[in-house]
Each structure stands twice: as C-alpha cells, then as structure tokens.
C-alpha cells in the first residue's frame, strides 16, 4: 500500500486545506493511513498564530523524521509561509511550500517525482481548480466537511500576523461554494461547516458585490435535507439578516462563535480590534432573543500586554452578565512581527496561568448551565466518530456534544438525540427519530428562504 498522512495544526480552514491535500493524493491512487510511521508521503500543515506554535511545528518536523526515516516529508501552512527558511534548516524536510503555494499541491508531486501507477480512486466532483477550490477534497471517515468560502483578513489586530502569511480578504464566487457543498453532500456529508479566515467578510471583493447572508440564502435553497454550519464570524459582520436566517431556518446550524478577545475597552484599543464592548454584547442579545437555544462562543485572551487585574475584572464581568455558553482561552504570547509583540507592560507568567484558569472554571460552569436548559429535550445532532469507551459522539445544531449508546445510530447521520443526564463534563442523550426537516419532502415543503434561479 502507498500510504499517506497528514498533521494538521491550528484552525479550521487549515482541516480544509489539508483536506485538500488529502484529495488530491487519494486522486492519484494513494491511501490515507493513520500513523506517520508507516506513511511513504508525510504533509505537515503548519500553524504560526504564537511562536509557540513555531516552536511546536519544529518538534512535530523533527517527530516525523525520527519515526519514519524513509518518507517523503513535506510540509506547508502559515508557519511555512512565514518562514520557510527555519524549516528548510531542519533535516529531512523534502519540500517547504506555504499557503500561496497549495492549489499548486498537485505541481509540486509531480516536481518530486511523486506518482503511481493506478488510476485516481475516485472523480473530480464539484470543484473547479480554475476558480481557486481544489478539484477533489478528502475528509476521510469524518462525518462533517468544511469548506473554504474566504481566505485572508482585512483586518490589522495588533496581536495577529495572520493577513500577513494568509494576505488580503477574498471570497470564492458564489456558485462555486454552491457547487462545492452540492458535491460533499452527494458524497453522503451531512452537514457542511463555510469556513475561512474572517466568513463575516464575505463577497464584499466579489463584482457583483454580494455579503454572507446572499450566500446562505443560496446555499439553503439547494442543500437538501442537509445542515450548514457557520463557525466564527467577527462581531460586526453578524448582521441582522443573517441573526433572521438562523431565527427562521432549521437546517442553518443555531451556533456562532464570536470572537471577543476582552471585555476592557482600553484592551480592545490596544489590540485595534474594530469594536466596543457594547456593540459586542448587542449582538449577542440579539442573537440569544432571536434563537433562543443558540449556542454562543467566544475566543479570549488572556496576558496580553498592559492587562491589569482591573482589566481582566472588565473580561469576567462582560461574559458573567452575557449570554455566552462557552469559551476558548488563549494565553497571550509574543508573535514576532506583531504590533503588539512591542508592547511594555507584559504579564508574568503565573499570573497569566492563574487568570486563564480563572476564565476557564467560568467557561466550565457557563457550558453546564447551557447544556441543563435542555434536559428531557431532544436535540437535532450530527453522528460522529465513536469514543474510545464505545460509545457515539454527536453534535448538535447549538454546538453541545452529546454521547450515545454504542449500535444505537450510525456516524453521519442526522437525528434527533434527547438529552438524559448532564454532568460537569459530558452530556448522555438517546437517539429520538429524526428531525422534522431532515427529508427531501420537508424541506422542498417547508424551506423558508428557497433561492430563486
């Protein structure tokens, strides 16, 4: 077997890439397996968000070669995009190409010499490299496919060298995303998360100009009985008609994270974030009034630069008093060629690890109070891959992850689980039919926002 494997780090447009990359190595014939050690091609996809993750990109690199001494070891990503020369001065590193560099993933095999002697496994279906997707995608057994709508950022947080290794925000045109997410749900996906580095952006570089909330419009009206999920969208890009199209949809997954980064004022100044605290909190507001079950998350951070107590007091009252119902905690450190990596007043060390943990027993509790309100009520999930105690992981629409009875349901199916017990750090549930939507008669019936062609 001509066997391959992928390591990705970071975010969820890297999954999308590399699932690309995925694609297009099983397009000529090889097989995805699930250690490096017995892999002929290795690809690393690299993040670079801290230099931490530099430092954990290097350890991975150097990981991989110990292991597997024979592959072919590639690697790409952020961190290779900003710095290439720092991995190419690693041993064994075969090819070093960053994010401009991956839709030429197919190139640059054939630069190496790398092919088979079989044919492709399976069509190009869907995605057309001519507008900037990859030709085929490959997510593996995963119940649920992202797909790429935006690349890059617009944005000048001070805090993230993002636009400089992803560039300027642009949007893939409309009817290839429709294209793209007809192709993953006829491959039996049921839900299709749009990702991208700011999705809130979307369309505002396209001619004609068209914005995200066009775009689910189309989506929803030709996705089926299927559901689509937006992830992460800037505060100010949650526009009303997009909080009305969650209110009214069903197959429109009721979750957003909204990235708050602080609740200090004087905090989001330094970190030319693009927002008040209280346009912030209104939009939650708005969203928690509209879709009362919507699950609510945001990014933190935690240490930056200037953070005093009292400021750090401003994060934890702004979320104690908000409708969030979970939280992802990053510790601030350095990016070299940040703004912000110049900044006096850094925190020290145990003073950041006790505020994010701090922060995290809030999330704890706020993520066990959310997932209470639904005790005895059934929730629409996504089957996924099992547990490693047997039992069924499933997602629902509002993002809490519950867990079924092993042989109960089947990993990517859509139904209806009711809840049973919640703990502190897991939630049992009971497959309860399937939701009411979810059939190719209910939705031609009921769709509330079918696109006109």
């Not at 975010?11 to 297009?24: P, T, Y």
């Not at 399976?122 to 990859?134: E, Q």
């Not at 890009?237 to 909204?258: C, G, K, S």
């Not at 059939?439 to 019936?445: I, P, Q």
Request: aromatic share 6%; proline share 5%.
């Amino acid at each position: 077997m001509r066997g391959f494997h992928t390591i990705t780090l970071g975010c969820k447009l890297n999954q999308f890439d590399s699932a690309a990359i995925e694609g297009e190595l099983a397009h000529r014939g090889f097989d995805p397996v699930d250690d490096a050690a017995g892999a002929e091609i290795v690809v690393v996809n690299t993040c670079t968000v801290t230099g931490k993750a530099d430092a954990e990109a290097r350890k991975l690199i150097r990981g991989v070669r110990r292991t597997n001494p024979d592959c072919r070891l590639l690697v790409t990503g952020c961190y290779a995009q900003l710095d290439a020369a720092a991995i190419e001065a690693l041993d064994g590193v075969d090819r070093v190409f960053g994010n401009e560099d991956k839709s030429r993933f197919g190139e640059i095999l054939d630069e190496l010499g790398i092919a088979t002697g079989r044919a492709p496994r399976y069509p190009d279906r869907g995605c057309d490299a001519t507008l900037d997707l990859p030709r085929a995608l490959h997510f593996g057994d995963r119940s649920r496919a992202f797909l790429k709508v935006q690349e890059g950022c617009r944005l000048a947080c001070s805090y993230c060298i993002i636009p400089t290794v992803r560039g300027p925000s642009r949007s893939v045109p409309p009817e290839q995303v429709e294209r793209a997410a007809l192709a993953l749900f006829e491959r039996g996906y049921r839900e299709v998360v749009l990702t991208g580095v700011n999705v809130g952006d979307y369309g505002r570089d396209l001619e004609p100009r068209t914005d995200l909330a066009e775009l689910l419009e189309r989506l929803l009206g030709s996705c089926g009985p299927n559901r689509i999920r937006l992830n992460s969208l800037e505060p100010l890009t949650v526009t009303d008609r997009i909080v009305e199209l969650m209110a009214m949809e069903p197959r429109l997954a009721p979750h957003l994270q909204i990235p708050l980064q602080s609740g200090s004022p004087a905090l989001l100044r330094a970190m030319r974030r693009n927002y008040r605290q209280e346009q912030y909190l209104e939009r939650l507001r708005a969203l928690r009034a509209a879709v009362p079950h919507v699950g609510l998350g945001a990014d933190v951070i935690v240490g930056f630069p200037g953070e005093t107590e009292e400021l750090f007091r401003e994060t934890c009252e702004l979320i104690a008093g908000s409708p969030l119902s979970y939280l992802h905690v990053f510790a601030w450190s350095a990016r070299p060629g940040t703004v912000a990596s110049e900044l006096p007043g850094r925190v020290h060390g145990a003073e950041v690890r006790r505020r994010s943990a701090e922060l995290r027993a809030l999330a704890d509790r706020r993520s066990y109070e959310f997932r209470s309100r639904f005790l005895g009520q059934a929730l629409d999930v996504v089957v996924l891959a099992p547990r490693g105690d047997g039992r069924l992981r499933a997602l629902s629409g509002n993002f809490i992850e519950v867990a079924l009875e092993a042989g109960t349901a089947r990993a990517g199916e859509l139904l209806k689980a009711r809840v049973e017990h919640v703990m502190p750090d897991e939630t049992l549930a009971v497959v309860d039919g399937t939701p009411s939507w979810a059939s190719d008669e209910a939705t031609r019936s009921t769709s509330s926002v079918a696109w006109q062609r």
